[in-house]
């Protein structure tokens, strides 16, 4: 069974604010993953790291930053938050090879007034 | 442009019924599908997964079928159960590195309804 989690599940917050979401997996999975989802619409790769120190950009263009310190941990940053910035994030890990299916945190969802 | 579609956003099943969720893609590319279930304010948890090289995958009750010739699959739940009432996405992936280095493309789900 996967254990990933994620902080804090729901979050309202005015803009201009600073805030990180947090994603930690206890299965020493070496890829990681963030979605962006908005009710009805399909999930949106916006950032991924394949191991320590490798972050690279998805699909969707955001201005979200990540980091990869550690295996476990791949926290996600809004330096200045605007309210075209809410939404459902989600935080995924596989175990990298070949067809790995991801295994999903519960996710955090964002509203900034 | 979509490139996994999932043209029904909610479909209503009878308990007990057959549930057929449906989804396309344009991609020729892509060489493995899964499908994923999402109850609300939880994250998504994989179901079932096909790979381009078969035209049949089945696990207990629910079956995905693969027709790669018309770019679909579909998963097929029976008998369905109230439990399985969530949305379900379908996703692709391609070896090429498609989609950010092979990473998966999901559609927009479809919402299932299983009334007792």
């Known amino acids: 069974e996967a254990d990933i989690y994620q902080t804090p599940r729901y979050l309202v917050i005015g803009t201009g604010k600073k805030i990180t979401l947090e994603c930690s997996q206890t299965?020493?999975?070496?890829?990681m993953y963030w979605y962006q989802q908005d009710p009805g619409m399909e999930l949106h790769l916006i950032h991924y790291?394949?191991?320590?120190?490798?972050?690279e950009k998805g699909d969707l263009s955001s201005e979200s930053t990540v980091s990869r310190i550690r295996t476990e941990h791949f926290p996600l940053t809004l330096e200045s938050a605007r309210p075209s910035h809410t939404s459902q994030y989600l935080c995924?890990?596989?175990?990298?090879?070949?067809?790995?299916?991801?295994?999903f945190g519960n996710g955090t969802r964002l509203t900034v007034t | 442009d979509q490139q996994v579609k999932q043209n029904s956003p909610s479909l209503s099943v009878q308990e007990g019924r057959i549930s057929i969720l449906n989804c396309d893609y344009t991609?020729?590319?892509?060489?493995?599908f899964l499908w994923y279930k999402k109850y609300p304010a939880e994250g998504p948890t994989f179901l079932i997964s096909?790979?381009?090289i078969k035209d049949k995958n089945e696990d207990g009750r629910f079956t995905v079928f693969l027709n790669k010739s018309a770019k679909h699959l579909s998963l097929h739940i029976v008998p369905s159960q109230p439990g399985d009432s969530a949305v379900y996405f379908c996703?692709?992936?391609?070896?090429w590195g498609g989609g950010s280095q092979g990473n998966l493309i999901f559609g927009k789900g479809t919402k299932l309804s299983v009334k007792p």
């Open positions: 996703a692709a992936s391609g070896g």
């Open positions: 991609n020729s590319m892509f060489d493995y």
């Open positions: 096909i790979s381009s």
């Open positions: 299965m020493g999975h070496d890829k």
């Open positions: 790291s394949y191991g320590v120190n490798s972050t």
């Open positions: 995924a890990s596989s175990e990298g090879t070949g067809n790995s299916p991801l295994h």
